[in-house]
């Protein structure tokens, strides 16, 4: 009895050890992380156009000696790694920029200018923090083929495009994600956050992210002479009546504690002072969590819109959606086991529950394709830099800012740590 009690503490207490990723090793491989994320940050891609970005991550990858195929689901990167029989894990980041001119003045900064899918010019930026993501599982999957005495299983490693446009993950599943690699038993993937210090992680059970829907709406009327509106149907008008009828579907039609936006981002119509348009087109973002409130909103959107115009008698607009992206649903379960992995390593007073967002992420189409998912966030500023915004009376730059960027040093470290840690426990033997 007293052989099998020290046998079992010592393989806890070694379990134990092999569970934190040696901060030693960390520092001695942090330059060569920080410089990867400066050559990423500088040289941003659009969606759907990462050929350089995926080739540079395979090329990592192929190194750690893992099996890396490219191309799929268009510039799609996934690499395995096999360190015997067990769990599969899928560790993911995510690769495209955004349409974006860089304004934060670093010596690094992105000064790339790209075509987009409209043919116009634009500056393009890695302002959502994707550039830290890719540093950090490059860090990862080094630290797994180094370290496979911590681990028993097979390592996926995805480097995938087009997540802001909320397609990446799709294209994916649909070139056979799933099918031609192996199926993973879990996935995880972190995302930095602009508003939490460097050194903190959060989580958070259940829905994390929300349904995003964008919706055009192109109001129809008949068009003339400012002068004599009684010859016209004037379609701006029946625009603004619409706006407004569109905020009373969150306040009046859904259950107060069903969370939901509708956000009317932009509104064009009308070229000059003196004329009635014959158009005024209304493009939406939308926000929910489960799908019967999404379908609800969808199905009163379209109903107001209807009304607006009859009301005028006005002839059918046209309502689109379109660029969905669903609610990112954090597997209870498996969220707690990361959460104990990153407490473990970061310590209890640097992990913490956080409330649910607004924001859209595809990472939830993994769990959609019956996969249990979670995704936690980093933080990627600074206490002293948070500081000084919140003195100079302001708030730190939001993703998707030209004045976002992230404290590279200080948040790989941390983020190697807390993904390498929720690896081994994952995998371990």
Known sequence: MKTSIVLACFLTSSATLLAAPPIKWIGAELPVLV??????HAAPELSHAEHNTAAKLAKVLAATGCEVTTGVGGTGVVAVLKNGAGKTLMLRADMDALPVAEETGLPYASKVRATDERGTTVGVMHACGHDIHMANLMGVAKFLATHRDAWQGTAVFICQPAEERGAGAEKLLADGLFKRFPRPDFAIALHVAADYPCGKVGYCAGYSQANVDSVDIVVKGRGGHGAYPETTIDPIVIAAKLVLDLQTIVSRELKPIEPAVITVGSIHGGAKHNV?????????????????VRDQIAAAIRRKADAAAQSAGAPPPEVKISEGTPSLYNDPELTQRVAAAMRQELGEANVAATEPSMGGED???YGLAGVPICMFKVGGVTQPRLDVYQKNGGVAPSL???????????????????MSAVAVELLKH
């Open 35 to 40: 410089e990867l994320y400066k050559e990423l």
């Open 276 to 292: 009635i348009s014959d158009d005024c087109t209304l493009q939406l973002t939308v926000r929910s969590y489960s799908q019967a």
């Open 363 to 365: 990472f939830s189409q």
């Open 400 to 418: 998707h800012s030209a004045k976002f960027y992230p404290d590279p040093e200080q948040t790989l470290t941390t983020s190697v740590r807390a």
